[in-house]
């Protein structure tokens, strides 16, 4: 869950302030906390059956198309989504990690950056499927509480900047409402554990006398343990030390003590690396699917080096077009990772439950859908007004 998303929420508290800022991001914390709690819960309702797959959920839920029709798209877009931002992160990553170590050398366009990190994703998509997962997750989660511990820390270590300043960065008032409207989209994409967690808990053996889901929900209740010491921390003490000045990354904010910096910008690219081919996987395997089974192609080497390559190139064309880290995170959070998070899982629990009305149950899921939904409609708003006021100053394909 630990993503490359801690990196911008000090940007979106400097969007937020203060008393808005604590406060989404503590409620944030409790309602992605309670869906979580409803998809580990929903895993085995039916006796003698798991549901190993969102979309499995959602077919019981919802009908076999019906269910079909509104989960996999949604997860489409966070697949796809997920892999464009890593593409900018790993490229903004890299160019830090160069600026750090080499002061004096020549400016590089994060363009070609963005291209030296894809690189790397033409040679790893080729992998058949991914038989040493725990080894890269276990690698991506070293990585990802290591930097979140430098981003603080680091913050800590320098103090306060001269003159701080906690107004809020935009000066008129459609700014300030599109800037906090873009903040709630980039605190929903750090939130964003949903979408894998049925396919964990299918690997935990399940009988009548022991289900899987009290184990798995220990592994939850930990990780979210895991998840507040990294995400609050980071939020909070980047935003104290500079205030409205911190950039959409905090790694980027940092400059001392310089080897730190350089260190932490590296294990941000070695986990987005890890974390891109996670996501691109199933993508991998719904482009092979439908090649096969609907255009006749034969399946083999062949067919994985086009399709494969041809998806890496489409998601590095993307993020070199729109190489706005913050703009992108806050449109993907909102648009694609607010539903799955944090009204999907409310609307299966009430179409599968049926809670009697006006019941505590009854009423916490519909303030869950009612906030959930007016983060997926209004955060992609004011990403996209950020993302089309970066676009005026910015020079594509230089």
């Not at 990196?7 to 400097?14: I, N, R, V």
Request: proline letters at 5%.
């Amino acid at each position: 869950m630990v993503g490359a998303g801690v990196l911008s929420l000090p940007y979106a508290m400097s969007q937020l302030g203060w008393g808005a800022g604590v406060t989404v991001m503590i409620l944030s914390w409790i309602i992605t906390l309670y869906t979580l709690w409803q998809m580990v819960e929903m895993h085995e309702m039916v006796p003698g059956r798991r549901f190993d797959r969102y979309h499995e959920l959602g077919q019981y839920a919802f009908g076999e198309k019906l269910g079909l029709w509104i989960v996999v798209p949604q997860q489409l877009v966070v697949e796809v989504g997920v892999n464009i931002v890593y593409m900018v992160t790993g490229g903004t990553s890299l160019q830090k990690f160069h600026d750090t170590v080499c002061e004096n050398c020549k400016h590089i366009k994060l363009t070609y950056f963005i291209m030296i990190f894809a690189s790397a994703h033409f040679v790893l998509s080729q992998l058949p499927n991914f038989d040493s997962i725990s080894g890269v997750s276990l690698a991506a989660a070293v990585m990802s509480l290591s930097y979140s511990t430098i981003a603080w820390g680091a913050s800590v270590h320098n103090g306060k900047v001269a003159d701080v300043d906690y107004s809020l960065s935009a000066s008129t008032t459609p700014g300030k409402v599109f800037d906090f409207l873009a903040a709630l989209g980039s605190v929903a994409f750090a939130y964003a554990g949903h979408n894998v967690v049925l396919e964990i808990q299918a690997t935990i053996p399940s009988t009548p006398e022991k289900p899987s889901k009290k184990p798995m929900w220990r592994g939850v209740v930990v990780a979210y343990i895991v998840v507040a010491l990294c995400y609050l921390p980071v939020s909070f003490v980047g935003y104290w030390a500079f205030g409205n000045s911190v950039k959409g990354d905090i790694l980027v904010t940092l400059n001392k003590p310089k080897w730190l910096i350089a260190l932490a910008n590296m294990m941000v690219v070695i986990h987005v690396i890890g974390s891109y081919q996670i996501y691109a996987m199933p993508v991998f395997d719904m482009i092979e699917t439908v090649l096969v089974k609907k255009f006749r192609f034969p399946p083999g080497l062949t067919l994985r080096l086009i399709a494969r390559s041809t998806y890496v190139a489409f998601t590095m064309f993307l993020g070199i077009t729109f190489p706005f880290f913050s703009d992108l995170l806050s449109f993907f959070g909102g648009f694609a990772f607010a539903p799955t998070t944090y009204f999907l899982p409310c609307i299966m629990w009430l179409a599968i439950y049926k809670p009697k009305r006006f019941s505590l149950s009854w009423f916490t899921n519909w303030i869950c859908i009612i906030l959930g939904v007016l983060l997926m409609v209004l955060a992609p708003i004011g990403a996209l007004r950020n993302i089309i006021l970066s676009a005026k100053t910015y020079s594509f394909y230089q």
